[in-house]
């Protein structure tokens, strides 16, 4: 058998530099290259070692561990303890869902008879399994890896900093209450033109029973004319609590946005309660997140009652 040392080495630290720059890239870290490449080439040459019987001894958990320590320092610098073993957590997650996807998808394309083939049994029983991965089938997955965790890591980013902005909502009027989850938005400056009363948008399916069907359709069909002409004809116990609230659409044309006027709102919002009596509920036919993490939009002049 022919091992090209040269290969396997270029090969190791195109994979450790790639690993290292995910793991600056999740942890926001400021790097130089050459620091990058020199931490990529030592873990390259760590790998070279194994064909050297002479120094076996190094590739023992300990050596391994404190080789990776040495790696990070020397991409990334120490920092300080709490800093730095962020970096070998972040380090070490980046690897292992790159090992992960690598043998997922490899397993994956793979027929039953090559996994039997790959399973010998030893004397004593046990059973073990070799895995034959080609150099571009492993670089493709490891780049498709690299990308999947990239995208994974920045979308539960991005919705634990929306997070931060969430409140809960109850809204009451007359003996009715109604409650969800707001998303503090400090772009929304919707006011009722006539009184500037803060006009806070909440989904019109939070209302149940207590807002007619046919308004529901309307109001999701942007018809709120037809609701208006229709007042008076329909039952709505909250008649003289509607309002009507212009506002620019997408195309820049004004609308009119069907609203209530509660007897009061109260926020929560880390552990602080905000009740306002000056509000307006805007009734949106549609869904204000894809996912359902919130089903209202807070007005912030509403957070400083």
């Known amino acids: 058998m022919i091992v090209y040392i040269d290969i396997i080495f270029l090969t190791n630290v195109l994979i450790d530099g790639a690993l290292l720059w995910v793991t600056a890239r999740s942890r926001k870290l400021a790097f130089r290259w050459w620091r990058l490449l020199s931490s990529a080439c030592l873990g390259g040459a760590y790998v070279v070692l194994m064909f050297f019987p002479p120094v076996s001894f190094m590739f023992t958990f300990a050596i391994?561990?404190?080789?990776?320590?040495?790696?990070?320092?020397?991409?990334?610098?120490?920092?300080?303890?709490?800093?730095?073993?962020?970096?070998?957590?972040?380090?070490?997650?980046?690897?292992?869902?790159?090992?992960?996807?690598?043998?997922?998808?490899?397993?994956?394309?793979?027929?039953?008879?090559?996994?039997?083939?790959?399973?010998?049994?030893?004397?004593?029983?046990?059973?073990?399994?070799?895995?034959?991965?080609?150099?571009?089938?492993?670089?493709?997955?490891?780049?498709?890896?690299?990308?999947?965790?990239?995208?994974?890591?920045?979308?539960?980013?991005?919705?634990?900093?929306?997070?931060?902005?969430?409140?809960k909502v109850e809204v009451y009027i007359d003996e009715y209450a109604s409650s969800c989850m707001g998303l503090i938005d400090t772009g929304n400056q919707l006011y009722d033109p006539l009184t500037k009363t803060p006009v806070m948008v909440m989904e019109?399916?939070?209302?149940?029973?207590?807002?007619?069907?046919?308004?529901?359709?309307?109001?999701?069909?942007?018809?709120?004319?037809q609701i208006v002409s229709a007042i008076g004809t329909d039952e709505f116990e909250w008649q003289d609590r509607l309002r009507l609230v212009p506002y620019r659409g997408v195309n820049r044309n004004t609308q009119f946005m069907l609203a209530i006027k509660p007897d009061r709102v109260i926020i929560t919002y880390n552990d602080k309660q905000f009740e306002t009596l000056k509000v307006l509920i805007g009734l949106d036919g549609g869904k204000l997140s894809s996912d359902n993490a919130y089903q209202a939009i807070i007005h912030p002049n509403l957070m400083q009652a």
């Open 64 to 167: 391994k561990f404190a080789l990776s320590l040495l790696m990070l320092w020397l991409a990334f610098g120490f920092g300080g303890i709490q800093h730095f073993m962020r970096n070998v957590s972040a380090f070490y997650v980046v690897n292992f869902a790159a090992a992960g996807t690598v043998l997922g998808v490899h397993y994956f394309w793979m027929s039953s008879t090559e996994v039997l083939n790959g399973i010998w049994f030893a004397q004593s029983g046990g059973a073990s399994h070799q895995v034959h991965i080609g150099l571009i089938f492993l670089l493709a997955v490891l780049i498709f890896a690299i990308w999947l965790y990239r995208h994974v890591h920045q979308a539960a980013k991005r919705k634990e900093e929306m997070a931060s902005f969430f409140a």
């Open 204 to 225: 019109v399916s939070q209302w149940g029973e207590k807002i007619p069907d046919t308004w529901k359709q309307r109001i999701e069909r942007s018809e709120v004319d």
